[in-house]
């Protein structure tokens, strides 16, 4: 279409069409660099093959988005409450990369009345990866609630993985955590050993249990699985091969820097500690793949965990009982205040927009302090529906953000509210 520009040159109004659909306009004005030689059939190709890249850029963009999405869901499940252990988790993703990765995390109790540990990596990336890792990771749920042992777990794993192509070559390491007898079982298919911290002794790797990748021909050989029994106050912890792997560097060495980092840190409270345990390993060189770190202290931080019904009529006695359990592990009163208010808040939303105040649901909280980190976390099974826009809307997401130092909200099976706080920080 011959338009002209506002300088008065003329100009040429193209159509953008990818997939037998317009999705916008290309504009170009100027004089042609030879008087009379314009091509129009040149400029359609030109506009034809510039809507195609933005069509394949926009589609590229949503599947990233659709992985993410995907991704941060698992990562934000619900992790089991009991007061014998603690878990804390931190996931990275490479810098040099805008796809998503296979890494993942998982806790989960087991009926057998131990807690189940997995940190796995997908090959590949972006949503299929996304995609085989929210699938392997409900196939190892669900095998191990049949209280079959970790090498079974594995064998099984092989089996489901053959009709899953995505999910072959997968690496993974599962762990059985028995809470009353310490006795813990585990079994690694090609992925890197856990590292044991002992409350007294040196740290050590856990070398027993080996076998190859899912779905390999090593792994055809027979999975093995080795077991322990871990002292009260021992820490555990799993990983993906990016916390250890530098370019150049032998892997032995990323496995003694690993080693050191974590002995240097063993008074250092779990959640503050993986986050250390993360910036260190990955200065420098650090970085070029995704990294997934699971740590769990055997008879960890103190545990608050309540259920309420979705009425705001609960929301007081909420408040005096979380205040009171907060009071008896020594927190400060304008601390309590801040975590109490914030805790009121999110479960506030919960039964206004997750249940429409249907008394019928129920809203969890959990509260973990683990040294000077207060870490809450209350979710919902609703269906979260947003507030009408109104002045008085949206205040308690952005007064919970003031209070504590650390939000996200993850919008999947309901609504899951994290946030922590660390205690004698100054005031913002």
Same mark, same amino acid.
């Given at each position: ?53 933005? @069509? ?94 970790? *090498? ?25 955590? *028995? ?13 890197? !050993? ?29 999975? $093995? ?14 990983? #993906? ?24 840190? $063993?008074?250092? !409270? ?79 939303? *919960? ?33 979260? $529906? ?18 504590? @130092? ?9 609504? #899951?509210?994290?946030?922590?706080? $660390? ?6």
């Amino acid at each position: 279409m011959p338009l002209a520009a506002p300088d008065g040159r003329p100009a040429v109004g193209l159509p953008l069409r990818a997939r037998g659909a317009v999705i916008g306009t290309l504009l170009l004005a100027g004089d042609p660099a030879v008087p009379g030689r314009t091509d129009p059939e040149f400029l359609l190709d030109l506009a034809d093959r510039a809507g195609l890249a933005l @069509d394949n850029a926009r589609l590229a963009e949503q599947d990233r988005e659709v992985a993410r999405t995907l991704q941060r869901s698992l990562l934000a499940s619900e992790r089991p409450i009991d007061a014998r252990f603690h878990v804390a988790t931190v996931y990275r993703p490479a810098v040099k990369t805008l796809e998503v990765g296979g890494d993942w995390y998982d806790t989960f109790l087991t009926a057998s009345g131990s807690v189940g540990l997995v940190v796995g990596d997908v090959v590949g990336r972006g949503i299929r990866a996304a995609s085989a890792m929210g699938q392997l990771r409900s196939a190892v749920r669900a095998l191990a609630k049949a209280q079959c042992g970790p *090498a079974t777990v594995l064998q099984y794993m092989d089996d489901f993985v053959a009709t899953l192509e995505a999910g072959q070559m997968t690496t993974l390491a599962y762990a059985e955590l *028995a809470l009353d007898t310490g006795r813990l079982r585990y079994a690694c298919a090609g992925h890197p !050993p856990p590292l044991l911290l002992p409350p007294d002794t040196s740290p050590r790797y856990l070398w027993e249990g080996r076998s190859g990748p899912l779905g390999t021909r090593a792994a055809s050989r027979g999975r $093995r699985e080795a077991e322990l029994t871990l002292p009260r106050g021992s820490r555990l912890l799993l990983y #993906t091969d990016g916390l250890v792997e530098r370019r150049g560097e032998r892997i032995d060495q990323g496995f003694n820097r690993l080693a050191e980092v974590v002995t240097s840190r $063993r008074e250092t !409270p779990l959640a503050s500690l993986v986050e250390q345990v993360s910036d260190a390993m990955l200065a420098g060189e650090g970085g070029h793949d995704d990294t997934c770190l699971l740590a769990l202290a055997f008879d960890g931080a103190p545990r608050y965990h309540c259920e309420v019904p979705a009425e705001v009529a609960a929301l007081r006695p909420l408040r005096g009982e979380l205040d009171d359990w907060l009071m008896r592990y020594k927190v400060p009163e304008t601390e309590r205040y801040a975590i109490v208010l914030a805790c009121s808040e999110a479960v506030a939303n *919960a039964i206004e927009h997750g249940y429409l105040g249907n008394p019928v649901g129920r809203v969890r909280v959990g509260v973990t302090i683990d040294g000077n980190i207060v870490e809450l976390r209350v979710s919902d099974s609703g269906q979260w $529906r947003a507030p009408r826009p109104s002045a008085d809307r949206g205040r308690g997401m952005a007064l919970m953000g003031r209070l504590m @130092d650390d939000l996200v909200v993850d919008c999947g099976e309901g609504t #899951t509210v994290l946030m922590r706080r $660390r205690l004698g920080r100054s005031a913002r």
